[in-house]
């Protein structure tokens, strides 16, 4: 985890390493109760949890068959978004190479935002709305999804805050937002596992999320916390109302150093 937050101020990055083919999107228990709440989503509300852009019939075939060459999906499996969807734990988007448009995917456990909303645009426009993360890192973006090699898959983390930890935060389900100070093991630092993997016709990418209440970082993580406040405390205006952080920035900063001062450990962050 303390690689999670790599600066002590906050800045729009791209942090990629290499992972191993097939395994971010392999089942982590089987049975498996996050795939049990993914279907839960997928039979209560499909039409927020799947989207596809008219023409892109054959991205969703390419990931098809690469789940189908990692020994995911069975014989009995149709190419279909349904059909991944309901066998991977992950969350995915299909982005075209040509064009850098979100063809589709199935997203049961959103960050506040909407897969239909973002299908058919381009990334440009879907980052569009984050206040300067185009500017910082958006040529990178581009470059590292043009020359993404086939036959491996990079890995990176984002990050955010949520008043739950809630997986699926999709905005028409109007989830709870920090509205003022609450205590630190109400607040959970809300981290998406991202995978990037090379398809035919464009990249798939994974999502997974996992939240962790930033009392259990402070106790487990007391570098990961000093960089959370530091980030939080430098973090542009128009940002925090972006990522819907606008409360937690007045506060948060200091009643994490002070949680760490109470465990005795108050050293700088780096």
Known sequence: MDDLLAAPDFAWTLRLRRGGPGS???????PSPLLKRRNTWLDRSPELCFALAAGFQSLVEDA???????????????????SIGRHWEADFLLLDSATSVVAGGCVCFPSSWSLQESTGKTLDEVHGIAPGLTEQIGDKIHRFLMRLPRGQVFLRENWGLTRTDHLNYHPELDRPRIEGAVPLDTVYLRIEHQAFVRLPGG??????????????????????ARRLAGQLATMPDDVARY?????AVRWMPEA???????RGDDRPSP
């Open 24 to 30: 971010f999107f392999a089942r982590q228990q089987n």
């Open 203 to 224: 990249v798939l990418l994974g999502l997974r999320i996992d939240p962790v209440s930033v009392e259990e970082v402070v106790g487990q993580a007391p570098e990961t």
């Open 243 to 247: 990522k819907g952080l606008r409360e």
């Open 64 to 82: 098809w068959n690469q789940a189908k060459d990692w020994g995911q999906l069975g014989e009995e499996s149709e190419p279909t978004l349904e």
């Open 256 to 262: 994490i150093l002070g949680a760490l001062r109470d």
